[in-house]
């Protein structure tokens, strides 16, 4: 039971990155699945977060310019990144809460994390 995480990189301000996260080991629909970032320095913060059938949440900071998306049947989130500037640089971790295991059990699960950075 994991979450697996991949698309970070280097890019240039004003450019564009897609992440991806996927969840192996669940059968069932993951309710809810969404993005965090860690920036040096400072905490962990909410980037986007969709619940499965609502409305997509996201932070100030990157509304309009990212948007978040699911593959409901394959529990895969994404996150399209636009219009990057150095302050989006960070490791994002991809995170799904709550999320019932074949045995029963509920757990919170979190990517590895991948690097974003933009330069200037």
């Known amino acids: 039971v994991q979450l697996q995480a991949s698309g970070g990189g280097l890019v240039q301000a004003g450019g564009s990155l897609r992440l991806s996260c996927a969840a192996s080991?669940?059968?069932?629909?993951?309710?809810?699945m969404g993005w965090y970032r860690q920036a040096p320095g400072k905490q962990r913060e909410l980037v986007a977060e969709m619940v499965r059938g609502g409305s997509p949440n996201y932070a100030d900071s990157v509304k309009g310019r990212f948007t978040i998306s699911r593959d409901i049947a394959r529990n895969t989130v994404y996150l399209q990144m636009d219009s990057l500037n150095p302050e989006d640089t960070a490791i994002y971790y991809c995170?799904?809460?709550?999320?019932?295991?074949?045995?029963?059990?509920?757990?919170?699960?979190w990517g590895q994390g991948t690097l974003v950075t933009v330069s200037s």
């Open positions: 995170y799904a809460p709550r999320v019932l295991t074949a045995s029963g059990r509920f757990l919170d699960l």
């Open positions: 080991g669940i059968r069932l629909s993951i309710n809810t």
